[in-house]
Structures are given as C-alpha cells and as structure tokens.
C-alpha cells in the first residue's frame, strides 16, 4: 500500500508545501514513507500551522531515524535535550549567513525540523538553497574541479565582522558556541547517500580547501558557492506560526533573514542524526579535531 501526499511545490527546483496531514496525528509507516521521499526529492518541506508542541516535534522526528542531542556546543531547551530553542528576538542568535547545520562535525546531521514559536509579523522569513542543482549548474570544468577538492570545516570559523565590532552578547554567544573547537575534512563533493545526486558541500562552515592557499581557497569557495545562492536554486518562506519546515541537510544550505530588528522571533529545532559524507571516489570525511559523540548518536 502506498499513500499520496498532497504536494504543492513551492518553487522550481526546491521546496514544496504537504498540505491535508496533522503531524500530531499516529501516521502510519506509509505515511512517513511518503514524507521522507518527498524530503529528498524537494530538499525541503513545509506543513503551514500545524498543532506540534516540543513533545510531539520530537516524536514525529523520531520516525525519521535517531535524534541528535540540540546542538554540540550550545545549550538544550530546559529538560529537552534534543531541542534547539532558538529565540532570535530576546538573545543573540543568529543565522543570517548561509550554511548547512553543523558540518564540522564528521556526521553532520541528516536533517533537521524547524516549528514556528513566535514569527513577528513582518519579516524573518528563511531561504534555502539546492546545492545539487547548485552543482548542476556549473560549467563542466569547474565540476571536474570541484569534484577532487576536500574541505576543512570548523565552529571556529572567522567572523566577517572585526571582533571589536561585536557588543557583549554577540561575544559571549560566540564564546559558548566555540567552547569546543572540532574540525573535520568533508568532501567537496558529496554523494547523496538516498538519491545517489552530487552536491556542493561547503556552507559557512568552511575554513580552507585542502592544498591551496587562504586566498586561493577563498576566492574558490566564493565562486562555488555563487551557484549554491543564484536565486534559481532556492526558496522562501514566509512562516506562520506553528509552520514546520523539514530540510534534508545533506543537499542543502539556509540563511534566517534577520530584518525585524529587536522583535521576538522564536523557533525550535529537532535534529536527526546523519551518516558520514562519502566522496565520489568513494572516500569518507575525517574528523581532525573535537569528539562529537556526546552530540551523535552511537555509529552504527
Ligand atoms: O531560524 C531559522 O529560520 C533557521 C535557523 C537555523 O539556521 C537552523 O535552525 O538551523
Ligand atoms: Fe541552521
């Protein structure tokens, strides 16, 4: 047996809306079956005004495989271990810079469930980008490129902004949110370990290429990951509360758009674990530094 989902894409070559389910209800194993395809097919999914709580977000997550706990260095939702409470209006929060969730770890998350707590009325909508269309999209000779570099990601990335120019709270988020340093060599390159797509896999985690230099290794990102952000490449969402958004981290990357200056926005992430990243000649990426597994899940 299998069930149809009413789904409505969003944009041309990302995103789509499920619409006629209630995440709260018992859906049946055809029903996250049919979920889960949809997530690797439109790399992210959007259910508008659902009635999760915490409880039920995780629950439903947790059909989708073993939950990570919230954040490797940043603290829980109180007696949530695997909620991420992201209050952006009240903290200093912020993901307004692309990137895919938590690539210096060596098994960054296979996805992650976002709920709408409090959207201010105007603004803070989120953009993700396809990074396999993304690389699709370059020429072939910048694919033959691409497609033997690795990269270093780290937490302990620079920041574009001078540390001077960051008041107190920013520092001491920053601080908290680097409290352990990891780095790990990922890829390039990624294969999809579902769909068997290729896809860029850089995001702001991204410190330095393999072998080349900074400026070297600068420029190149920069280029490549002029593909990953072409408007072509991605979606908008305009949340509502209690909207769930469901990406698939392994083929995408997301920017919170931070334009509702001082007003509350809160949101809340689940996040299930992901498997190691596979080059296309068939290479594993390597942690370097900093021991994830009281984040991950135990590797099976
Ligand atoms: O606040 C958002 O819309 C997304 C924040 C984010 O980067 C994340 O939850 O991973
Ligand atoms: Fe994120």
Do not use: C
């Not at 008041?167 to 988020?173: H, L, Q, R, V």
């Not at 509360?241 to 200056?261: E, K, L, M």
Request: charged content about 20%; aromatic content about 10%; cysteine-free.
């Amino acid at each position: 047996m299998s069930i149809n989902l009413d789904i409505r894409p969003t944009a041309g070559r990302i995103g789509a809306e499920i619409k006629g389910i209630n995440l709260s209800g018992d859906l049946d194993d055809f029903a996250i079956n049919a979920i889960r395809k949809a997530l690797v097919k439109y790399k992210v999914i959007f259910f508008r005004q659902q009635n999760l709580d915490a409880d039920g977000q995780i629950r439903f997550a947790r059909r989708f495989g073993e939950l990570t706990t919230a954040h490797p260095t940043l603290p829980p939702l109180v007696e949530r271990p695997e909620v991420l409470d992201l209050d952006y209006g009240r903290t200093a929060t912020r993901s307004n810079e692309w990137h895919t969730d938590v690539t210096f770890v060596d098994r960054p998350p296979l996805g992650s469930i976002l709920r709408a707590v409090e959207i201010p009325p105007v603004g803070g909508d989120t953009i993700w980008a396809n990074t396999v269309t993304a690389y699709q999209d370059l020429p072939a000779h910048l694919q033959t490129l691409a497609n033997g570099l690795w990269a270093v990601h780290t937490n302990a990335y620079d920041y574009v902004k001078p540390a001077v120019t960051l008041n107190e709270a920013t520092k001491a988020y920053h601080q908290v949110f680097t409290s352990t340093v990891y780095e790990t060599l990922h890829p390039v390159v990624r294969v999809h370990p579902e769909s068997g797509e290729r896809g860029l896999f850089i995001g702001g985690f991204v410190r330095q290429i393999r072998d080349l230099s900074t400026s070297e290794s600068t420029a190149l990102v920069q280029l490549l990951q002029s593909y990953v952000t072409r408007p072509e490449n991605t979606v908008r969402w305009r949340w509502q509360v209690g909207d769930v958004a469901f990406w698939d981290n392994r083929a995408t990357q997301h920017y919170a758009i931070y334009d509702y200056d001082g007003q509350p926005r809160r949101v809340q992430r689940v996040t299930i674990a992901g498997d190691r990243p596979i080059s296309i000649d068939g290479k594993f990426s390597q942690a370097i530094k900093g021991d994830a597994s009281a984040y991950l899940p135990q590797a099976v």
